[in-house]
């Protein structure tokens, strides 16, 4: 069954470094999204990408954060200068088209910043 | 902001009973879903509900919706175990899914 990968499925990082968090969204889904859930929280949207670029961002997504879809295969989130309150699961997924629809999602990574 | 509201936080249950918990959202909507978290996992889709329908069930799942009360029921019947975990729902809107705070459920054995 086809499904989404993210990776590292752990990442330490000190604080102010960059970290490039990766997934692989299912091959013919159109639509790509980060969600990020700190600790105990709810899962709260980060920014949707479709048609190779971002369609919505949520007040989160802010100039530390930017998506890519390097390659056809790849959708990348980069965390230019993390915080201390970045510490979270991130969360990749992505949907069929035409959209609208169930949201497959990966098993996260676990971003720590110290 | 358009984000489910999930009621209770927490239900403690029998393996056998049923499980309930609601959804409550602010604006309108073009479907509904629930969503099914095991600690630390991934979320994982469990039911669809258009803005169109009012009742959805799949195997010991039943989803009710209300537009006009912008609310919604998830129904788990004779639980087990392994149902243990955290439900969330999720408006979609413009392709975008706004996911509640989550329902923590236990099923004791």
Same mark, same amino acid.
């Given at each position: 069954e086809p499904e989404v990968t993210q990776t590292p499925s752990h990442q330490v990082?000190?604080?102010g470094q960059e970290v490039i968090l990766r997934c692989v969204p299912i091959s013919n889904h159109l639509y790509f999204y980060w969600y990020r859930q700190i600790l105990g929280q709810k899962v709260e949207f980060l920014?949707?990408?479709y048609n190779n670029e971002i369609s919505e961002k949520s007040e989160i997504f802010d100039d530390q954060f930017s998506v890519e879809r390097p390659?056809?295969?790849n959708f990348t989130l980069?965390?230019?200068s993390t915080k201390l309150e970045d510490s979270a699961m991130y969360f990749c997924a992505s949907t069929p088209p035409p959209g609208g629809t169930e949201a497959f999602f990966g098993q996260g990574t676990r971003l720590t910043v110290v | 902001s358009q984000q489910g509201e999930e009621d209770p936080q927490a239900l403690s249950i029998q393996e056998g009973e049923n499980a309930t918990m609601n959804c409550s959202y602010k604006t309108s909507i073009n479907n509904l879903q629930w969503y099914r978290q095991n600690s630390g996992r991934g979320l994982v889709h469990l039911i669809l509900i258009r803005s169109n329908e009012r009742?959805?069930?799949s195997g010991r799942l039943r989803v009710t919706l209300d537009t006009s009360k912008k609310s919604s029921s998830l129904l788990i019947t004779a639980? /087990?175990?392994a149902d243990t975990a955290s439900y969330f729902?999720?408006?979609c809107n413009d392709y975008k899914l706004s996911f509640g705070a989550g329902t923590t459920v236990?099923? /004791?054995a």
């Open positions: 990082t000190q604080m920014v949707s990408f390659d056809g295969s980069k965390i230019r | 009742e959805k069930h639980s /087990r175990a729902c999720a408006t236990t099923v /004791r």
